[in-house]
């Protein structure tokens, strides 16, 4: 706990040293202060706030509940962003130069969002607590929830994505042949790997800790089923599209994907999901379908869970089954 005050006292420090500098008063100021530091936070964040009046409804709507302003929790992961984010800042100064600030700063917004909620989720369970008081109710959500959707799915090679501490795995391992295990937070690869080990009862493990939207460690059309459960309701869209795509790619011909995602999205579109009940994202079981679409995925099974599934809104979330399509 007391790590934990001390890493928010930096970031506070660090917050109010970035708001130093009084903010540009036009767009051209603030242009040139970013082409003189394009790798930087702040100036892009002025301009956002400068132009964003022109942005369409649904990234005006999306930058003020992500709060992209100098104030906003987005300056707590700074260093972390202006590294991830250092060639597409640079690219998108230069670019500053011939075309529309509206354009170009939609584009470094879209990638803001993406990489804040990535940092913020993973930091978000940090602390051990919530998986001790989670580990109790899984059994129930196994046996009435997930299993009847899960139970002809093909276990041979499973990838679970987003694990924890391993609480889903545990159940997964008494069918699996092989599990990879998956997660952002490099602690909860550690949990799992204390837990279970390299081989249990016939099961084999990997773990792996990833950037937080790709599966890039994970050989294609390696797996024959993808399973999330609990983790995903919070990622944000974006986060989810690329995760898609990743999936698309890993599983086998006839492979499938069982994905436990939000739906609180056709309630609050544009929303961030660090403000919405459950902390659920601004994902739609729609939008879900599309993502499948694009990534060449059917949707074999959807539907939305609510208050008999024990979430506290009306069809919050959706369980989805993506399945890759046989070879003909
Ligand atoms: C609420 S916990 C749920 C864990 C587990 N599924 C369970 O039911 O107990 C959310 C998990 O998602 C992980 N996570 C958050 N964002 C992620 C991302 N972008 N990619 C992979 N894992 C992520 C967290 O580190 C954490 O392990």
């Known amino acids: 706990m007391r790590s934990l005050l001390a890493r928010i006292r930096r970031k506070l420090a660090r917050i109010a040293a970035s708001s130093a500098t009084r903010p540009p008063s036009s767009r051209n100021q603030a242009i040139e202060r970013i082409q003189r530091r394009p790798g930087q936070l702040v100036p892009w964040l002025d301009l956002i706030g400068l132009v964003r009046a022109d942005f369409p409804d649904s990234l005006r709507e999306q930058v003020l509940s992500h709060d992209l302003t100098r104030s906003g929790v987005i300056l707590c992961f700074q260093e972390e962003l202006q590294n991830r984010m250092s060639d597409d800042l640079q690219q998108a100064s230069r670019r500053l130069e011939q075309e529309d600030a509206v354009l170009v700063c939609g584009e470094v917004v879209a990638e803001m969002i993406r990489l804040k909620t990535i940092a913020q989720c993973r930091d978000a369970h940090a602390e051990g607590?919530?998986?001790?008081?989670?580990?109790?109710?899984?059994?129930?959500?196994?046996?009435?929830?997930?299993?009847?959707?899960?139970?002809?799915?093909?276990?041979?090679?499973?990838?679970?994505?987003?694990?924890?501490?391993?609480?889903?795995?545990?159940?997964?391992?008494?069918?699996?042949?092989?599990?990879?295990?998956?997660?952002?937070?490099?602690?909860?690869?550690?949990?799992?790997?204390?837990?279970?080990?390299?081989?249990?009862?016939?099961?084999?493990?990997?773990?792996?800790?990833?950037?937080?939207?790709?599966?890039?460690?994970?050989?294609?059309?390696?797996l024959t089923l993808v399973y999330s459960f609990d983790s995903m309701v919070h990622f944000d869209s974006s986060v989810v599209r690329a995760y898609v795509h990743e999936i698309a790619r890993v599983l086998r011909p006839g492979g499938s994907a069982f994905l436990h995602h939000s739906n609180y999205g056709t309630v609050a579109p544009n929303s961030d999901w660090a403000h919405n009940p459950g902390n659920r994202s601004d994902m739609t079981a729609d939008r879900m379908r599309g993502f499948a679409a694009e990534a060449g995925l059917d949707v074999a099974f959807q539907r939305l869970s609510g208050i008999a599934d024990g979430w506290g809104l009306e069809d919050l979330d959706a369980f989805t089954v993506l399945r890759r399509p046989a070879l003909a």
């Open 129 to 222: 607590n919530y998986y001790r008081d989670a580990e109790p109710y899984i059994q129930k959500q196994w046996d009435g929830v997930i299993w009847p959707i899960i139970k002809d799915l093909d276990f041979t090679e499973v990838l679970e994505l987003a694990p924890g501490h391993g609480r889903n795995t545990e159940l997964l391992r008494r069918l699996a042949g092989s599990i990879t295990l998956v997660d952002v937070n490099p602690n909860c690869i550690e949990a799992c790997r204390e837990r279970f080990g390299e081989h249990r009862d016939g099961c084999r493990f990997r773990y792996f800790v990833t950037d937080g939207d790709s599966l890039a460690m994970v050989e294609s059309g390696s």
